[in-house]
């Protein structure tokens, strides 16, 4: 059976376009809740495969999405490099501060035995979806990875890591190579394990000089993409390089991406004169407009369908779905998207 998902990556425009959300597995959906519940941690939820698939599962079953995105999450990787990662309720991630001398002496551990359960739920994920369903697996970009490793974790501006760049450019550019490194081990992991689509979110792209996300973002994407094409992996690999703006035209020329994801705040009209026309691109709903539901929904959902109606398009969040949005908007959302088709 045909993945429609896969097809639009292969740059065929579909009609009505595939969807799924980014953070379609979480704490919206109750059965997401009661597995978290039995979990001693949140990296302990992650690591475990049975765990994991049961959350990935959930969503396809309820919705009928046309991708599942395997349940981790980015700041796993950090453990493969030494660091202490953990994460603390109403708070987030937490790491040890990282330091220029700290990452002199840092070198990439075991990343295929540290996160084999990641690749123990590919495998489980790949067969147990729907033959129609396609798998993403993904990873945290280097530059987004390496500032949450710098300011001890989220920073609204991500001062310390943009400060070690300039101070320390000798320093930055080897850990976002050890990052890019480690990423290309588990995402070729991933991949042998059965995921059909890689992803790369870089949730830290925006408000940067564009020398700086040339040596930042575009760089060590770059080196990841490279680096799974010379171990044999040809998956489409979908870059999101959130809040790029302008610098979004950079990206689609230079990361080695198949696809681009669009966060919410781009300029549609924009994206669409901008960026290369056989590329295929995703997004790139408001979340707040899936909270708000009703017809703000449904107008917003028919604008996008009909701005990207000609050419390869996936339909999705241009961010995350919000712990608060009701079961019943994204029933309403899926089914605006199909019209009653599929």
Same mark, same amino acid.
């Given at each position: 059976?045909?993945?429609?998902?896969?097809?639009?990556?292969?740059?065929?425009?579909?009609?009505?376009?595939?969807?799924?959300?980014?953070?379609?597995?979480?704490?919206?959906?109750?059965?997401?809740?009661?597995?978290?519940?039995?979990?001693?941690?949140?990296?302990?939820?992650?690591?475990?495969?049975?765990?994991?698939?049961?959350?990935?599962l959930q969503p396809i079953r309820r919705f009928g999405f046309d991708a599942a995105i395997l349940f981790a999450d980015i700041l796993l990787i950090p453990m493969a490099l030494g660091r202490k990662?953990?994460?603390?309720?109403?708070?987030?991630?937490?790491?040890?501060?990282?330091?220029?001398?700290?990452?002199?002496?840092?070198?990439?551990?075991?990343?295929?035995?540290?996160?084999? *359960?990641?690749?123990?739920?590919?495998?489980?994920?790949?067969?147990?979806?729907?033959?129609?369903?396609?798998?993403?697996?993904?990873?945290?970009?280097?530059?987004?990875?390496?500032?949450?490793?710098?300011?001890?974790?989220?920073?609204?501006?991500?001062?310390?890591?943009?400060?070690?760049?300039?101070?320390?450019?000798?320093?930055?550019?080897?850990?976002?190579?050890?990052?890019?490194?480690?990423?290309?081990?588990?995402?070729?992991?991933?991949?042998?394990?059965?995921?059909?689509?890689?992803?790369?979110?870089?949730?830290?792209?925006?408000?940067?000089?564009?020398?700086?996300?040339?040596?930042?973002?575009?760089?060590?994407?770059?080196?990841?993409?490279?680096?799974?094409?010379?171990?044999?992996?040809?998956?489409?690999?979908?870059?999101?390089?959130?809040?790029?703006? *302008?610098?979004?035209?950079?990206?689609?020329?230079?990361?080695?991406a198949n696809a681009l994801a669009l966060d919410y705040g781009l300029n549609t009209q924009w994206a669409l004169d901008a960026l290369p026309k056989d590329m295929p691109l995703q997004g790139q709903?408001? *979340?707040?407009?899936?909270?708000?539901?009703?017809?703000?929904?449904?107008?917003?959902?028919?604008?996008?369908?009909?701005?990207?109606?000609?050419? *390869?398009?996936?339909?999705?969040?241009?961010?995350?779905?919000?712990?608060?949005?009701?079961?019943?908007?994204?029933?309403?959302?899926?089914?605006?998207?199909?019209?009653?088709?599929?």
């Amino acid at each position: 059976m045909s993945k429609i998902l896969l097809d639009v990556l292969n740059g065929n425009p579909v009609s009505p376009p595939p969807v799924w959300l980014m953070r379609q597995a979480g704490r919206y959906l109750s059965e997401y809740r009661e597995v978290r519940a039995t979990a001693k941690d949140f990296i302990d939820f992650c690591l475990s495969p049975d765990k994991a698939t049961e959350v990935t599962l959930q969503p396809i079953r309820r919705f009928g999405f046309d991708a599942a995105i395997l349940f981790a999450d980015i700041l796993l990787i950090p453990m493969a490099l030494g660091r202490k990662v953990w994460f603390v309720a109403g708070e987030g991630p937490q790491l040890d501060p990282l330091s220029a001398a700290d990452i002199e002496n840092m070198e990439i551990g075991d990343v295929e035995g540290l996160l084999g *359960p990641v690749g123990q739920t590919v495998k489980n994920l790949s067969v147990s979806l729907p033959d129609e369903t396609a798998l993403i697996g993904f990873a945290g970009a280097p530059w987004t990875v390496a500032t949450y490793m710098i300011e001890g974790g989220g920073s609204k501006d991500r001062w310390n890591a943009r400060r070690m760049y300039w101070e320390n450019p000798e320093a930055m550019a080897r850990l976002l190579d050890l990052l890019a490194d480690a990423t290309i081990r588990y995402l070729i992991m991933q991949a042998k394990a059965g995921a059909e689509v890689l992803k790369i979110f870089d949730s830290w792209a925006e408000g940067l000089p564009p020398p700086m996300f040339e040596d930042v973002v575009i760089r060590p994407t770059r080196r990841i993409v490279d680096g799974l094409r010379e171990n044999g992996v040809n998956v489409p690999v979908i870059g999101f390089p959130k809040g790029a703006g *302008p610098n979004y035209v950079t990206y689609a020329r230079e990361s080695g991406a198949n696809a681009l994801a669009l966060d919410y705040g781009l300029n549609t009209q924009w994206a669409l004169d901008a960026l290369p026309k056989d590329m295929p691109l995703q997004g790139q709903l408001d *979340p707040a407009v899936l909270r708000a539901g009703g017809s703000a929904l449904d107008v917003e959902v028919d604008r996008i369908i009909s701005a990207f109606r000609e050419r *390869p398009h996936i339909f999705n969040l241009g961010h995350g779905i919000t712990p608060d949005v009701p079961v019943e908007h994204v029933e309403r959302l899926v089914s605006r998207i199909r019209g009653g088709k599929r």
